[in-house]
């Protein structure tokens, strides 16, 4: 046959992964199967996401920590051995995403590009380039939302141009998801051949040390696995535990169980897509109809999936929600700047042992309970450091496993109440009881103390003896004070505090007081301006708060003098 002949009878897909790693209801990957005679599975390094960079806080590249490239490896090593099982594999190709994959397009004939839609604005820009070629090439798209419950697009219509702002008004508008009660496609029995390479210098999965990495340390490295394989196995072993399921109820999970975490771990895999969300849901679903009794949301695991899904909504539908200034449902509030407060906080030195154990197990698991991200939040933003949320959210951006642009930003904003205040009353109101104090808990009042809250769940400080073991011998009286130990107990406890350990970055009692003043003062200001706070309005408040600081310091000195003299 003559080669024109036969490239003309060829249908060649493409199928781009980005997130969705997975075989598993994975429409993207289906359609890239179906009616095509070629098939390129294509995964791109972008160096900036993966490359060392020497200079972040952190081992890692510029935006990603090491944990999580190592993790993205291991899925796409898992996915490149399923891939294989199916008659294919992982084409790897290194560069500049929207560059590489129209080269791509071009070399490979192709004539049907797939991909997972993404809200993110990263790749609603990226796509939106890709896109464009394709259509003017005459390239056919397919580009299904199958990385949420919900096409975050459909709601935001449903509501009328603009996204719910509480949980309840999402779940109604959602309802029933329309897939719920029909079988996802859950395999795939094979996948046409690859096409020829042509001159692309397409490699496999890379390793650590390939992409330049040296020097792995051992002891910051977590222990959850990556990829597909993994996400089911852990699924399947959350589920079997039927009770477990048709009980779960988020606010009373344990932060401090580090042995068993008392959630399920599965956010790093619905992160990447190694696990879907669809998938997980049917499963749940499965096992309450089972069950007689069960939880409901928002308390509820499926509850958890719909708050994804929730952030996912109001993050696509709402202009620079990664940002306070220019954020339409993001209170201005006049944030502290000071950097030493916040690398201390960053790197487990604030003194406060509850705080810097949940840094450690961030900076070497890359993931923490809920609540203990609430704690660490809270401290950092309205409750003692009164620093940006957006500080915060950058460090955990990095160094999370499961770091999520849409959950991250708009959790980052409940816990420094700079947003989603009204669902903060109806969430909390289920965490605490009784239900007189419900009303308290939904004001920017309810601050999470650095103190008792961790030792509520673990009196003998485990948690903190296992991540700080320098306090490993410190009386179980002191492990969440120890500056109130006694000198004599400090010594045998082989831990001084100021030497060994430092001393805590502010007192907690009338740090709080002043966060709490402060956001006193920063809501009434965006309540007489509608929101509508301007920079001038908020410099000025900002000013105001450091003349305050200043004569509050002058005032602590005199009166330390006084004592002195
Ligand atoms: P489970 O309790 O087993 O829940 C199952 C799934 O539901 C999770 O995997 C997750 O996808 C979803 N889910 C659970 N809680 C929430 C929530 N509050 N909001 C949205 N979805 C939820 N989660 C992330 O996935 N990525 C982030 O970057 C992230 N940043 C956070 C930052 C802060 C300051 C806080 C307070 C929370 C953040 N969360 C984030 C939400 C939550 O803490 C994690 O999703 C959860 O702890 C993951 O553990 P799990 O998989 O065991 O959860």
Partial sequence: MHPATAMASESCSLMWFRKGLRIHDNPALQHAANASTKCFPLFVIDPHYMEPDPTAFSPGSTRAGLNRIRFLLETLVDLDSSLNNLGSRLLVLRGDPSQVLIRCLKEWSISKLCFEY??????????????????????????????????PADIIHKNGGTPPLTYQSFLKLAGIPSWASSPLSTSLSSLPPIGNLGSLQVSAVPTLEELGYVDCSEDERTSFRGGESE??????????NKEWVAYFEKPKG?????LRP???????????GCLSSRYFYQCVQEVLRSVKRHTSPPVSLLG?????????TVAFGTPSFDRMRGNRICKQIPWKESDELLAAWRDSRTGFPWIDAIMVQLRKWGWMHHL??????????????????????DVFERLLIDSDWAINNGNWMWLSCSSFFYQCCFHFSLFFHPPKLQLLCCQYHRIYSPITFGKKYDPDGNYIRHFLPV????????????WTAPLSIQR????????DYPKPVVSHDSASKECRQRLGEAYELNKKLGGMVRDEELNELKRRVEEQDKSMEYKTKRQKQTLIG
């Fill in 118 to 151: 993404d809200t993110e604005p990263y790749y609603q820009a990226l796509d939106a380039k890709v896109k464009n070629y394709a259509s003017v090439a005459g390239i056919e798209t397919f580009t299904p939302v199958s990385h949420t419950l919900f096409d």
């Fill in 254 to 258: 344990n932060p401090s169980a580090f």
């Fill in 262 to 272: 008392a959630t399920t771990v599965l956010s790093p895999y619905l992160k990447f």
């Fill in 231 to 240: 996400a089911l196995r852990r699924l399947r072993e959350s589920i079997a």
């Fill in 471 to 482: 306090l490993k011998d410190m009386p179980k009286e002191y492990i969440y004070e120890p």
């Fill in 372 to 393: 203990a991200r609430h704690s660490v939040a809270c401290f950092l933003t309205r409750g003692d450091l009164f620093i940006h949320w957006e500080k915060g959210r």
């Fill in 304 to 312: 958890q999936l719909l708050w994804r899904d929730f952030f996912y």
């Fill in 492 to 499: 045998k406890a082989k831990c001084i505090i100021g030497i």
